[in-house]
C-alpha cells in the first residue's frame, strides 16, 4: 500500500530563514509519481512539481528546490529566503498505478508560518 | 486558461435536502476528481473520472453520486447528507490519466455545512 509521511506538522521561520519541509514516501511500484502542492489559507491547492520514479534530478525553481532521493524515499524541499507569502499548508503527494488508473494520495501536510 | 471553477462556494444544507456542487474547467483536460477535505486534514480522493467514465470510486457513500456530463463538467450529487459529510469538496483536473499521472489543478472548492 502507498503512503506519504510528513512528520513536520508545524514549522514557524522568521523572514528570510531557509527551511525545509520533509517527505517520506512508500510504494511497492517501480513506476510512481511525486507532487508537491501548496494550500495557502485561501484554500486553493496549488501545484508545485510533478516528479517520476525514474528521474531523481534535483530541481531548483526560483527560491524552491526539491530533494529527491530514492534510496531514502524522500522527495524534500526547500524555500530558500522564506518570505510572509510562503505561509501556507504544503502537502507531499504520491500517485501509483491501481485499478481502474492512478491514484493520488496526500500526505497530511506541513502548516508553514513565516513571520516578519 | 489554467482554471478550475466551483459553484457554489458556500452551501448549507439539511439532512433531507438534495443538492449538487458544481465542477467546470476549460483547460481541456480528461481526467476530473472529486476530493473531501476535513479540518486542518489533506484532501482525500473520492471519485475519478478518465474520459468522461468514473474509472475509481473511493468506497464512497451513496449519498454521493458524481456525474459527468461532458469532459469539462463535473457534478457531485447530494442526498440524505449526515453532520459529519460537512466538510470542504474540491474539484481537480489534470491533462489524463491512464498511463502517466499527471499534476492536478484544483479549484477552490464549496464548503459544505449539514445541519
Known amino acids: 500500500a502507498q503512503k506519504v509521511t510528513q512528520a513536520q506538522t508545524e514549522i514557524s521561520v522568521v523572514e528570510k530563514e531557509d527551511v525545509t519541509l520533509d517527505c517520506v514516501y512508500e510504494?511497492?511500484?517501480?513506476?510512481?509519481?511525486l507532487f508537491w502542492y501548496k494550500q495557502p489559507p485561501s484554500g486553493e491547492l496549488v501545484f508545485l512539481i510533478r516528479?517520476?520514479?525514474?528521474?531523481?534530478q534535483n530541481e531548483i525553481s526560483g527560491r524552491y528546490s526539491w530533494n529527491f532521493q530514492k534510496s531514502t524515499s524522500s522527495f524534500n524541499f526547500t524555500i530558500t529566503a522564506s518570505q510572509v507569502v510562503d505561509s501556507a499548508v504544503y502537502f507531499c503527494a504520491l500517485s501509483e498505478d491501481s485499478t481502474g488508473g492512478f491514484k493520488t494520495i496526500f500526505g497530511a501536510g506541513t502548516r508553514l508560518f513565516v513571520k516578519a | 486558461d489554467t482554471e478550475v471553477t466551483q459553484t457554489p462556494k458556500h452551501l448549507v444544507m439539511g439532512m433531507t435536502n438534495k443538492k449538487s456542487l458544481k465542477c467546470e474547467q476549460h483547460m481541456g483536460h480528461r481526467a476530473m476528481y472529486w476530493y473531501k477535505q476535513k479540518a486542518k486534514k489533506p484532501p482525500e480522493l473520492m471519485f475519478v473520472?478518465?474520459?468522461?467514465?468514473?474509472?475509481i470510486n473511493e468506497s464512497v457513500p451513496s449519498r454521493f453520486s458524481p456525474e459527468c456530463p461532458n469532459s469539462s463538467l463535473l457534478n457531485l450529487h447530494l442526498h440524505a447528507l449526515q453532520p459529519e459529510d460537512s466538510a470542504l469538496y474540491l474539484c481537480?483536473?489534470?491533462?489524463?490519466?491512464?498511463?502517466?499521472?499527471?499534476?492536478?489543478?484544483f479549484g477552490p472548492g464549496t464548503r459544505l455545512t449539514v445541519t
Open positions: 510504494t511497492r511500484d517501480t513506476t510512481y509519481y
Open positions: 473520472y478518465s474520459y468522461e467514465k468514473l474509472s
Open positions: 516528479r517520476n520514479s525514474f528521474d531523481e
Open positions: 481537480a483536473s489534470s491533462q489524463g490519466e491512464g498511463l502517466y499521472s499527471y499534476e492536478q489543478y
